[in-house]
């Protein structure tokens, strides 16, 4: 039997240990780390030595995170691992069911509850029910009737502020919800006996049929026809868990049966744009959603809005846009390229499609404003802005996508900007 070489430890071997256990926790909390990993952790550990915590923290850094969304995650489960009391106690308060009043509420921030999760796994469930303690004095009564339950509170949740079971059943959710529209009127005709025009050509055609003598006039309406759908969705790294939670209720979009889409078309883009309309066209949501991951190669990487709009423009209006498309883009609009570029591919979109509307996440920000160069080039060539970052705000746009005159946010934004100028 082949010997495998003895891995060099450090002087404390529980330190070792420790880090073993952290690699574990991470990869609960969603980061891709295997043994080799570790092994090369507790090496740069003990050639780094551990004399400075801020040193320990980016040793374990480089060998840990390899991109960048992982930063959140990583820096919240180092606090709650090697000690940070005050972040412990405030993770076990937000695993506990909580009194509205009594203790102090605050939002976790993006990352917070998977590493909670990740850390106190199983240890919740020795906890969910507190012991009660009887005061004779003290009597609390809480009237349960007005509370908010748990799927109203997750409709609510932030995309980015759920944890793995919470995204588990947001998916389930978002399945559930269609995204229904109206039928549009076609230049075509169709034969109807209570037709509001007449059918000269079908009258004379049966005339002739009886020796010239006409006996009723052919009545006709115009026919209805659905329009086509065309997603198009940013998975770049500041987009890629909005993105990912989204192609999902995409994916349901279109599958489902009698929704009224004429046919559902999907674009990432991130540096480049990639078609996923035959992947989301499978059944299965896990199989689809790998498919389109492996075809599109800049995922979690890169912005290039307006590069990939031109390609869009260029290669696939005529395809796609060309029976009164309702375009959905989903992105953050943080782009550094010249923004006369893109205000330029944005029209170019805008006069394709029936109706573009535009879900952008930071749009949950009760501060937001238009001051990044890439929204404030693209928000005046869009028919709605809406946020989207949550089951609520998707529910939303199902609720208005077949009204015209519903804008969104974009009137008040604009107006700022008028006044900024």
Known sequence: MAELPELSLPEDPKLAQNITHFARALRKAGLPIGPGRVVDAVEAVAAAGFTSRQDFYWTLHACFVSKPEHRVVFTQVFRLYWRDPRFLERMMAALLPAIKGVQEEQAAKPGEKRAAEALLDGANQDIDAPESVEDESTEIEIDAALTISSDERLRSLDFEQMSTDEVARAKKILAQISLPVQPMLSRRLMAAKQGDRADWRRTFREAARRGGDIQSIARAKRRHRWPNLVVICDISGSMSHYSRIVLHF????????????????????????????????????????????????????????????????????????????????????????????????????????????????????????????????????????????????????????????????????LSQMGSQT
């Open 250 to 413: 995409l994916h349901a979009v279109a599958n489902a049966k009698g929704a009224g889409w004429a046919r559902v078309h999907g674009f990432t883009f991130g540096t480049r744009l990639t078609n996923i309309t035959r992947h989301m066209a499978t059944r299965d949501v896990d199989a689809a959603l790998a498919a389109a991951g492996a075809e599109a190669q800049d995922w979690e990487g890169g912005t290039r809005i307006g590069a990939c709009l031109h390609e869009f423009n260029r290669d696939w209006s005529r395809r796609v846009m060309g029976q009164g498309a309702v375009v959905l883009l989903i992105t953050d609009g943080l782009d550094r390229d010249d923004p006369k570029a893109l205000a330029h591919e944005m029209q170019r979109l805008h006069l394709s499609a029936r109706r573009l509307i535009w879900l952008n996440p930071l749009l949950r920000w009760d501060g937001f404003a238009a001051k990044a160069q890439g929204i404030r080039a693209m928000l005046p060539h869009v028919d709605s802005f809406r946020a989207g970052h949550s089951i609520a705000s998707l529910e939303d746009l199902a609720a208005v996508i077949s009204r015209p005159e519903d804008s969104g946010e974009k009137a008040r934004l």
